[in-house]
Nanobody
Framework: VQLVESGGGLVQPGGSLRLSCAAS????????MNWYRQAPGKERELVAT??????????TYADSVKGRFTISRDNAKNTVYLQIDSLKPEDTAVYYC?????????WGQGTQVTVSL
């Protein structure tokens, strides 16, 4: 099982990024996919979830990112995305994707997003 995030980087406030998480080794379409983030000195925070195909790929977001973050999935590519717009310095964190199905949970290694002038 592998989850590999990519797309992070250094961006100015107000900019955008699209993070990707490529999955392998499990039945991707059956899993709920999540994006978490962890800022220095803070706990890991769930920012976005997309349910599996059977439940209609419903999306939910943390209040802190609603209207700026968009999670989506491409089951043909076994990939989940996180579009981040109107970036703020407080969005600086390591972003992780996670796959969940019943008792199974998998994590990626994370990708750093830094928002700064």
């Amino acid at each position: 099982v592998q989850l590999v995030e990519s797309g992070g980087g250094l961006v100015q406030p107000g900019g955008s990024l699209r993070l990707s998480c490529a999955a392998s080794g499990f039945t991707f379409s059956s899993y709920y996919m999540n994006w978490y983030r962890q800022a220095p000195g803070k706990e890991r925070e769930l920012v976005a979830t997309i349910s599996n195909t059977n439940t209609g790929a419903i999306t939910t977001y943390a209040d802190s990112v609603k209207g700026r973050f968009t999670i989506s999935r491409d089951n043909a590519k076994n990939t989940v995305y996180l579009q981040i717009d109107s970036l703020k310095p407080e969005d600086t964190a390591v972003y992780y994707c996670s796959a969940v199905y019943y008792r199974n949970r998998y994590w990626g290694q994370g990708t750093q997003v830094t928002v700064s002038l």
